[in-house]
């Protein structure tokens, strides 16, 4: 229930998945950070997966054939980042006869169209436009000067014995914030991605599945008379994933396989004194796994090891990158079962950002600095699933993640000799369950989550910003006829942490000793904080509602939605400007419409 489709707001229903605030679609699991989870589109690694402000994400709902989401304890084939993997992988186009879709709603339209080429081969083609920035500026309550487009294209092709398949594909999406006022920086963002991708299966014992690819981010900072300094971010990335399956006649599959990634990263910017400084670092990621599957009588067992090759001969690196996984399940009764899983995880590229800020728009990727330990953590998960009757399902986990290694702001930084990041530890841990009930005409799913997250860094410990102590989550679809669904969702969660403003203080400025006399001068008025994230706000809460009716007019079949976002106008804090003291809430009441047709 949003404005727009989201796939990444769907993700955020999910136990240990938290978002901090209802303005972006920027998500942490299970205690880690935005920049630790791992996006891949058909296997191509996505540095920024979301339009402009995080509003929502690049990815159209439209184009996705299935989501893959693992919050913790991922299986050996996934690396290079140290929470979660979104695996979202794109559908192919028509194999009989040509359809189109096109779609309008208060802040964009789309068309979709897909069918058949010559030679058993396929097309699909999306294209999505931002329309109008009133109701999106009403949306987030500021005037917001924002364009946007999405396209994807693939073509797909079958071979004649249909054992294999190959097709090139392409995304491209791009994002401008210009403001018309001199004091308000302009942004702009690009991401560019082609693939050649490839799947066979070779005297049906092995399935292999290839991709080779080619990505490009890149964002822009222009500062006007902002205040802030012109600044340009790029991840510019080669690569070559490939996976191999073995099935045998006992069931067991072998899988095993490599990733080589050549990413180029660049940061630029001008310091405070208008100084240009450039950072560009070119780096070798390699990646290698191997993969079990095994049934034995009622034990289930997934297993295996991933290591980062690369790392071994460039960073100074021990253990984390030889990471064993481990995932086992074991039936204890009529339809439930025992879980219990391991995994060892490290990071080679880190964001930086100011943690403190409330909404990140300008994020940085650099390689984590040669003086400094990769960042690494251990997660362990132990868990119960089965049905309480045939209708209701169950599911409990508690986790525990370990980060041996992080990388943090150097707090303590006085001159320009002192590190600008140091290593830091954390650690994460949590309880969720998941409820699941299901009828022909309802359909109910509750998710509630406690967590405790922490991170010390130079003796000092402290709660991050998307710490949450409890989230619960509640969805229920009524199926009010064969054409009429109504959809109602329920969020609740406890404060996010906070630094206190305690006081105000006169800054002198001593800009020009020799023109400007110090006597009389009063400076610049400068915020003391408190103890860093040590005060809570409010408990936040918030219910949506969605009706969609379908209907059909001849060959044409369409969607209408009706949705409100906020029904009973909840005033949740979003910040308070520390300068005027103004409280900022998060999304009011907002009532919009949707329409879709296709045929």
């Known amino acids: 229930v949003t404005v727009q489709e989201d796939i990444f707001r769907v993700i955020q229903i999910l136990p240990g998945v938290v978002s901090t605030s209802d303005v972006n679609s920027h998500f942490y699991v299970r205690g880690g950070g935005g920049d630790q989870n791992l996006i891949l589109l058909d ?83 999306n294209v999505r436009k931002s329309l109008f920035t009133r109701p999106l500026s009403r949306f987030l309550k500021k005037d917001v000067p924002l364009s946007f487009y999405d396209v994807f294209a693939k073509a797909t092709r079958e071979a004649e014995d249909s054992h294999s398949r190959y097709g090139f594909e392409g995304f491209y999406s791009g994002d401008d914030l210009n403001s018309d006022k001199a004091d308000e920086a302009d942004y702009s963002w690009r991401n560019r991605s082609t693939a050649f991708i490839a799947s066979g299966l070779i005297e049906n014992r092995v399935f292999i599945d290839a991709v080779g690819y080619q990505n490009f981010f890149e964002a822009r900072r222009n500062a006007k008379a902002s205040g802030l300094t012109d600044a340009l971010t790029s991840v510019s990335e080669v690569g070559v994933r490939a996976n191999a399956t073995l099935y045998t006649d006992s ?43 095994s049934t034995l009588g009622s034990l289930q067992l997934d297993g295996g090891i991933h290591v980062d090759v690369g790392s071994l001969f460039t960073r100074p690196t021990g253990f984390e990158a030889v990471q064993p996984r481990l995932n086992l399940s074991y039936q204890i009764g009529d339809g439930w079962r025992l879980k219990g899983s391991f995994g060892r995880y490290n990071q080679n590229i880190i964001t930086v950002n100011n943690e403190d800020d409330v909404i990140s728009i300008f994020d940085a990727w650099i390689e984590v600095p040669e003086n400094l330990h990769s960042e690494q953590s251990d997660h362990y998960v132990a868990g119960l699933e089965g049905n309480l009757i045939p209708e209701l399902s169950l599911n409990l986990q508690s986790y525990y993640k370990k980060y041996g290694s992080l990388v943090s702001y150097n707090r303590d930084k006085v001159d320009a000799q002192d590190p600008d990041y140091i290593n830091s530890i954390g650690e994460a841990y949590g309880f969720e369950t998941l409820l699941r009930y299901g009828v022909p005409f309802i359909d109910i799913y509750t998710a509630y989550t406690i967590s405790w997250t922490t991170i010390t860094a130079s003796g000092f410990t402290y709660s991050p ?31 996010f942490p906070y630094s206190q403003t305690v006081g105000y203080y006169d800054r002198l400025t001593f800009s020009d000793v020799f023109r400007n006399p110090q006597f009389g001068e009063t400076g610049n008025p400068f915020i003391r904080l408190g103890t860093k994230n040590s005060s809570r706000l ?62």
Request: no cysteine; aromatic share 16%; charged share 15%.
């Open 43 to 125: 296997g191509m690694k996505i540095f920024n997966p979301y339009h402009a402000l995080g509003i929502f994400s690049i990815f159209d709902s439209d184009i996705i054939k299935t989501t893959e989401v693992y919050t913790g304890a991922f299986p050996p084939g996934y690396g290079g980042r140290l929470s979660s993997v979104v695996n979202l992988t794109t559908r192919d186009g028509r194999a009989t006869g040509f359809s189109g879709k096109g779609s309008i709603n208060f802040v964009s339209s789309k068309v979709l169209l897909e069918g058949p080429l010559s030679s058993g081969g396929r097309l699909l083609v």
């Open 251 to 293: 069931r067991d599959l072998y899988m095993f396989g490599f990733e080589f990634n050549f990413p180029n990263l660049q940061y630029n910017l001008k310091n405070n004194f208008g100084v240009p400084v450039n950072h560009e670092n070119s780096l070798v990621e390699t990646w290698a796994w191997l993969r079990y599957q």
């Open 465 to 495: 910003k998307y710490d949450r102590r409890h989230t619960l989550n509640a969805l229920t679809v009524f199926h009010l006829a064969d054409n009429l669904d109504l959809s109602l969702r329920w969020e609740v969660g406890s404060g």
């Open 538 to 599: 409010p408990t936040y809460h918030r219910l949506d509602a969605s009706l969609n009716y379908r209907f059909s007019l001849g060959f044409i079949n369409g969607t209408l939605g009706a949705h409100i976002v906020n029904v009973y106008d909840q005033k949740n804090i979003f910040y308070f400007d520390r300068k005027t003291g103004q409280q900022i809430n998060m999304l009011p009441f907002f009532p919009s419409a949707t329409l879709s047709l296709e045929y």
